[in-house]
């Protein structure tokens, strides 16, 4: 019983969708931006929001805003009181079909972030562990699951050999070895060709 309960584990995170959706969220956000760009020149902009693409943009906004990412997740955040705008966290409300209330502290965007990431890519991503002692007990610790990362990075590797689109934070981190070249550029001459 307990064999295809794992098999099943791991087969929910390693579907085509979900390996997207993880690599998605590791782009730069120059290259989501020439993603958004393409998508809104050929549609129209009410489907831009339910857009994978847009999603990512949205949850790079929280490193703009409140210096939150993938990366430092373990790190402690300023505990003062944080400002979310109503019209972003509007916008994740409706993207994400968030039902919890505006955080206000930052540990609540840390956990809204958490969730949104997790919803948006697959639960796996970000490991959560609570304190156990009764001073610890309220603080949960997430820290990202690199080795799951680096598993969907050896898969890319086989259909994106230049690593292009990655953020600079991920290529450094992972150690992987990008071809220069004009990508964005490209993007946009191609469209331009069409």
Avoid at 23 to 32: D, G, N, Q
Avoid at 106 to 127: G, P, T
Avoid at 172 to 178: A, E, P
Wanted: glycine share 6%; hydrophobic share 35%; aromatic share 8%.
């Amino acid at each position: 019983m307990k064999a295809s309960a794992n098999s099943k584990k791991h087969s929910s995170t390693s579907t085509a969708g979900k390996h997207d959706d993880i690599l998605r969220l590791l782009k730069s956000t120059e290259h989501i931006d020439v993603e958004l760009w393409r998508l809104n020149t050929k549609s129209i902009d009410a489907k831009l929001l339910n857009n994978k693409f847009q999603k990512a943009k949205l949850i790079k906004d929280f490193d703009t805003k409140f210096g939150i990412t993938l990366f430092n997740l373990h790190e402690k955040g300023n505990e003062n009181d944080v400002c979310m705008d109503d019209g972003f966290f509007a916008l994740v409300k409706q993207a994400f079909r968030v039902s919890r209330a505006k955080p206000a502290t930052y540990n609540e965007v840390k956990q809204l972030f958490v969730s949104v990431v997790r919803a948006s890519s697959c639960k796996y991503l970000i490991k959560s562990k609570q304190g156990k002692t009764k001073k610890d007990r309220d603080v949960t610790v997430y820290t990202l699951n690199e080795a799951l990362l680096k598993y969907h990075l050896e898969l890319s590797g086989f259909k994106n050999k230049s690593c292009r689109g990655f953020s600079q934070e991920v290529v450094d981190k992972f150690g992987l070895s990008q071809v220069e070249g004009r990508e964005i550029a490209d993007h946009f001459i191609g469209d331009l060709d069409a």
